[in-house]
C-alpha cells in the first residue's frame, strides 16, 4: 500500500442496501444507493479514486441492543412476517430489517474508521428510531449504536451534528440523560414538519441538561442563517465540549428543491455546510463521521454529491435545473429575525450550561 493509497478516505457501501426500501409508492426507495454510487464513479471518477470503498458487515441483536430493547427487536421481526408498520409512514416489507442491520453495520464500521483515518463517510442517518420505537422511515439508529459503540471501546465525548432537515428525535430521546453525548440539531421548525420536535427548550434531562442542543430554522431559511448557526452555537460548542469524534447525520433534504420539506439552501449551500463542519473538524483533529441517506424529490443525488463536494473540498460540477425563487426583501428580513431571536433565546438557555454564551 502506497502513501496515497493510505490517505484515501473509507467509504461503506454495499449492494444490498437496496433493500431498504419502503415500496413503490414510497418517497423512500432503496434505488437511491445504487443510483449515487453509478453518478459518482461515471461522473467524478477522479473523487471516486479518493475513497476507499469498504463492505459493511450486518450489525448483530448485541450492538443493536446497546440503544434498542429486546422488545423492540422482537417487534421488529414478528412485524416484518406480516408486513406490519412500525408507524403510519415506515411499513416493513420483508427484507428491510436485514439492509437495515447492513447500514448500521456501515455507520458502526465507519466510525471506528474515523478514529484510525481522520474522516470516513458511510450512508446512514436513521434517526428518528428511539428506544422502542421505529417511524420516519426508520428502522433501528445507526447513528445511535455507532456512538454507543464507540462509548463502550472507551471515548468519553461525543459530538453529534444532525443537519437533516427533519429534526433527529429518535437520537435525542437515546441520549437525553446522557452528558457523554452532546447533541446538536439544526432542522426545520418543528411547529411546520415531522417530527415536530426539537423546540429550543428541549434540552436534555438529569445529568444529560445543556447536551441536547436544538436549532428549529426558520422555513426557507439560506446558507446565512446557517452560517449565523454554525458561527455562534455550533462552533463554540465544539470548542467548548472538545468531543473526541463528530458525527454528522443528514442527506439532501434542507436543499430547496426538496419535496418534503421547506428550507432554502442551494448546491453551494449544502456544500458550504459540510465543508465548514469539515474544516472545522480537521482544524481541532477530531475524527468527524458523515453520514446520509435521507433526501426527496429529484435531486437526491446531486445533493449527496455536493456532501461529498464539500467533505473532500473538490472542485465539482453540480447542477439543479430549477431557480431558486428570490425572496422579497420584507421576507428575507423576517427570516433573518426570527433566526435572531431563535439564536438570541438559546443563547440565554444554555448560558448556564455553558459559559461561551453570554
Ligand atoms: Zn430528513
Same mark, same amino acid.
Given at each position: 500500500?502506497? @502513501?496515497?493509497?493510505?490517505?484515501? +478516505?473509507?467509504?461503506?457501501y ?12 414510497? !418517497? ?26 469498504r ?16 422488545s ?7 412485524l416484518e ?13 420483508? &427484507?428491510?430489517? =436485514? ?9 458502526v ?9 481522520? $474522516?470516513?463517510i ?39 451534528l444532525? $443537519?437533516?432537515?427533519?429534526q ?24 411546520t414538519?415531522?417530527?415536530?420536535? #426539537? ?8 445529568? #444529560? ?12 431559511? =439560506?446558507?446565512?442563517? %446557517? ?17 473526541e ?5 443528514? &442527506? ?18 449544502? $456544500? ?13 483533529? +477530531? ?8 433526501? %426527496?424529490?429529484? %435531486? ?7 456532501? +461529498?463536494? #464539500? ?7 453540480? /447542477? ?6 428570490i425572496? !422579497? ?12 431571536? $431563535?439564536? =438570541?433565546?438559546? @443563547? ?7 459559559? /461561551?454564551?453570554?
Amino acid at each position: 500500500m502506497d @502513501k496515497g493509497e493510505r490517505s484515501r +478516505i473509507p467509504f461503506y457501501y454495499h449492494p444490498d442496501f437496496s433493500g431498504y426500501d419502503f415500496g413503490a409508492t414510497h !418517497p423512500f426507495r432503496g434505488s437511491r444507493f445504487d443510483r449515487f454510487m453509478r453518478e459518482l464513479v461515471e461522473r467524478f471518477p477522479a473523487v471516486n479514486e479518493r475513497l476507499e470503498m469498504r463492505v459493511p458487515q450486518k450489525a448483530s441483536d448485541d450492538l443493536l441492543m446497546a440503544v434498542h430493547s429486546k422488545s423492540y427487536l422482537e417487534r421488529v421481526n414478528s412485524l416484518e412476517t406480516r408486513r406490519g408498520f412500525l408507524s403510519p409512514d415506515t411499513q416493513l416489507l420483508p &427484507g428491510s430489517t =436485514d439492509a437495515a442491520r447492513l447500514i448500521v453495520g456501515a455507520s458502526v464500521a465507519a466510525t471506528r474508521a474515523s478514529v484510525e483515518c481522520g $474522516t470516513a463517510i458511510g450512508f446512514g442517518g436513521l434517526h428518528h428510531a428511539g428506544p422502542n420505537y421505529g417511524e420516519g422511515f426508520c428502522i433501528f439508529n445507526d447513528v445511535a449504536v455507532s456512538v454507543a459503540a464507540v462509548l463502550q471501546e472507551g471515548l468519553d465525548r461525543v459530538l453529534v451534528l444532525d $443537519t437533516d432537515a427533519h429534526q433527529g428525535n429518535g437520537t435525542m430521546d437515546i441520549f437525553y440523560e446522557d452528558p457523554r453525548v452532546l447533541f446538536i440539531s439544526l432542522h426545520q421548525d418543528p411547529r411546520t414538519l415531522y417530527p415536530g420536535r #426539537g423546540f429550543i427548550h428541549e434540552m436534555g434531562k438529569g445529568d #444529560g441538561e445543556g447536551y441536547t442542543v436544538n436549532i428549529p430554522m426558520p422555513v426557507l431559511a =439560506d446558507w446565512s442563517m %446557517y452560517e449565523m448557526a454554525m458561527a455562534e452555537i455550533v462552533i463554540p460548542l465544539l470548542d467548548a465540549f472538545q468531543p473526541e469524534l463528530l458525527i454528522r447525520n443528514g &442527506g439532501s433534504d434542507p436543499l430547496f428543491t426538496d419535496t418534503l420539506t421547506n428550507l432554502g439552501l442551494d448546491l453551494d449551500a449544502l $456544500t458550504g455546510l459540510i465543508g465548514m463542519i469539515s474544516r472545522e473538524t480537521r482544524k481541532r483533529n +477530531i475524527p468527524l463521521v458523515d453520514l446520509f441517506l435521507s433526501g %426527496y424529490g429529484p %435531486y437526491v443525488t446531486e445533493g449527496w454529491l455536493a456532501i +461529498i463536494r #464539500g467533505i473532500l473540498d473538490e472542485e465539482m460540477e453540480l /447542477v439543479i435545473p430549477e431557480e431558486k425563487d428570490i425572496l !422579497p426583501p420584507f421576507q428575507e428580513e423576517q427570516i433573518e429575525r426570527e433566526m435572531r431571536n $431563535t439564536l =438570541d433565546k438559546l @443563547k440565554m438557555i444554555l448560558h448556564p450550561f455553558w459559559n /461561551v454564551f453570554f
